[in-house]
């Protein structure tokens, strides 16, 4: 158990590099739609059913 939880958080780690070495060098990510949270169904079938080109984000912040 010990030894997967080290290789998790190594892998954690190397994730977030390389993420902060993409975005140092001008790589960008494509977001396809944006929704508040209250329509995270939408969301959902969004990411289900619908082509897309790019991730699907639930905004948490936008709590109105």
Known sequence: FRRVLFRSKRAQKDIVAWLKEGVQGGMQHAVS?????ARTADAHE??????????????CEDVS
């Open 46 to 59: 969004a990411v289900e059913f619908r082509p897309k080109l790019g991730t699907v984000v639930v905004n």
């Open 33 to 37: 739609e944006v929704f508040p949270l």
